[in-house]
């Protein structure tokens, strides 16, 4: 099965902030990525897909990278709105794996 | 619009079976994978279940597999998740989500129980 170490597990930014979340897969994945918000109590939305492809209707603050087994999420001046927990998923092979989660809190 | 309803979530005692149902609207599951995901109370996500746009091939975590079904009618556009011999560890708000490589559109999500 392939592991996403998702980093890091939490973290506190100013509205001023770039915020950077990475996900690194154990083995090759080539771009099957995709990361997800989820705020309390409601269900998960999708922010990026193939490595660095913005989903419809997510704000241009959040952007994706690779490099090699290593994936970001930057968020650019984020809001507050932007608080909750965000995951990876790898796609490129059964089990399907989520990294352990990122909870933000902005302040 | 784009809509996925979960349904069929509840309380019920180890050992025993219970079907959930994800109906589908603003399109066809004919045209799309139909996955499970499940997210026990607190913690992270964890995938359990997706079939083909055919329905023929079917994918499951070795944490499921030989319990849980995954399932679908395409007259009804309703997708299906049979789980059996349910534990304690299965207890969750399971998910149903549309896509192949990402999960664009979830549903809210139906909450299962598993407790003597």
């Known amino acids: 099965d392939i592991q996403m170490t998702q980093s890091p597990a939490s973290l506190s930014a100013s509205l001023e902030e770039i915020v950077t979340i990475t996900c690194k897969a154990s083995?090759?994945?080539?771009?099957?990525l995709s990361w997800y918000q989820q705020k309390p109590g409601k269900s998960p939305q999708l922010l990026i897909y193939?490595?660095?492809s913005l989903a419809d209707g997510v704000p241009s603050r959040f952007s994706g990278s690779r490099s090699g087994t290593q994936f970001s999420l930057k968020i650019s001046r984020p809001q507050v709105d932007d608080s909750g927990i965000y995951y990876c998923?790898?796609?490129?092979?059964?089990?399907?794996?989520f990294g352990g989660g990122t909870k933000l809190e902005l302040k | 619009e784009v809509q996925l309803v979960e349904s069929g979530g509840g309380l019920v005692q180890p050992g025993s079976p219970l079907k959930l149902s994800c109906v589908a609207s603003?399109?066809?599951?004919?045209?799309?994978?139909l996955n499970w995901i499940r997210q026990a109370p607190g913690k992270g996500l964890e995938w359990v279940a997706s079939i083909t746009p055919d329905g023929r091939d079917t994918y499951y975590p070795d944490t499921v597999k030989g319990r849980f079904v995954v399932s679908k009618d395409n007259a009804k556009n309703t997708g299906y998740l049979q789980m059996n011999n349910l534990r304690s560890e299965d207890t969750a708000m399971y998910y149903c989500?549309?896509?192949?490589?990402?999960?664009?559109?979830w549903g809210q999500g139906t909450l299962v129980t598993v407790s003597s």
């Open positions: 603003g399109f066809t599951l004919s045209s799309t994978w």
């Open positions: 193939d490595a660095t």
């Open positions: 083995q090759g994945i080539d771009d099957f």
């Open positions: 998923l790898q796609s490129y092979s059964t089990p399907w794996t």
């Open positions: 989500a549309r896509g192949g490589d990402w999960f664009a559109y």
